[in-house]
């Protein structure tokens, strides 16, 4: 419903934008434009450049973040729920990054540096550098999400690319498949990724900006593969993820049979209650 209703709502603004502002008068033009210019100017404005009083297309200025906000009081709808619909998109918003914050946050502090660096670690230790990781990765999506590096469908589709690539060959045959070993999982995550990040630094304007300084008004050639967009760059990187993790595998000592047996637990696991 989500990607559905989504494009959808993009093609019911247009069609108001073109029928019912597009050659009006600015005399007569709906109350809601009036309303959301004055709420940011930037992101809504309607200028009467060739002073005929009549609306052009290249006279509309509209951004992309007032639209959904806009969309309730644009259809008639009372103003509050405006409201309504920021306060849900801010708890989704929320609601996701608490998450994701936990997750890195335990993961830096549990898997790497526990079970890595200091497995004597106390816990109030570890707990105290959980909560040090979680504001310190905080405070670094915020730097992030302040430069405004691209706009929400690309760093949302790319993150679900570098989530393809990176875990979904690993997770595959290191659950179904007994043979695959640990390096080869590591070295299949570290291909998927990597080619799915080099794909898109090549063929997104803002990302060769800022690896290679190349201004994106400056045109360059065509680099992609099968006309692939960037954002759906791991397309590329989950097969390579497979065959590395294969050939990786095949020739690397097999993991032993406790490792096996943890696999074997983790695709048919016992749910008889112990008694």
């Known amino acids: ?3 559905f209703s989504a494009p959808a709502l993009a093609v019911l603004v247009k069609f108001v934008m073109y029928n019912d502002v597009v050659g009006s008068s600015f005399a007569s033009l709906p109350a ?10 930037a992101l809504l404005s ?3 450049i060739n002073k005929d009083g009549i609306v052009q297309l290249a006279e509309i200025s509209i951004g992309a973040d007032i639209v959904v906000l ?3 009081e ?12 920021a306060a849900g998109g801010l708890a989704a918003a929320l609601s996701t990054a608490d998450g994701l914050l936990l997750t890195m946050a335990n993961a830096l502090s549990h898997d790497v540096y526990y079970k890595m660096i200091d497995p004597s670690a106390p816990v109030s230790r570890r707990v105290t550098l959980s909560k040090s990781m979680l504001l310190i990765v905080a405070v670094l999506a915020a730097l992030v999400a302040q430069q405004k590096p691209a706009d929400i469908l690309f760093l949302v589709s790319a993150a679900f690319s570098f989530a393809a690539a990176g875990f979904f ?3 595959v045959l290191g659950i179904f498949w007994k043979r695959a070993t640990g390096i080869a999982a590591c070295l299949g995550m570290l291909a998927g990724v990597g080619v799915t990040f080099w794909y898109m630094i090549n063929n997104q304007p803002w990302l060769r900006e800022v690896f290679f300084d190349i201004p994106r008004s400056v045109p360059t050639a065509p680099t992609e593969w099968f006309e692939i967009s ?5 397309i590329f990187g989950v097969p390579l993820g497979f065959a590395v993790i294969i050939i990786v595998s095949l020739i690397t000592p ?5 490792v096996q047996e943890l696999v074997e637990s983790v695709r048919y696991p016992d749910l008889k209650m112990a008694k």
Do not use: E, F, H
């Not at 809601?32 to 100017?41: C, G, I, R």
């Not at 644009?74 to 619909?85: E, F, K, Q």
């Not at 960037?230 to 791991?234: D, Q």
């Not at 097999?254 to 406790?258: E, I, S, V």
């Open 32 to 41: 809601w434009v009036a309303n959301w210019t004055k709420v940011d100017p």
């Open 70 to 72: 806009a969309t309730p």
């Open 254 to 258: 097999a993991p032993n049979r406790q």
């Open 1 to 3: 419903m989500l990607y």
């Open 74 to 85: 644009i259809a008639g709808l009372p103003y509050v729920v405006s409201g309504m619909v």
């Open 230 to 234: 960037a954002i759906s760059a791991g």
């Open 46 to 48: 309607v200028v009467d």
């Open 169 to 171: 060959p690993a997770l």
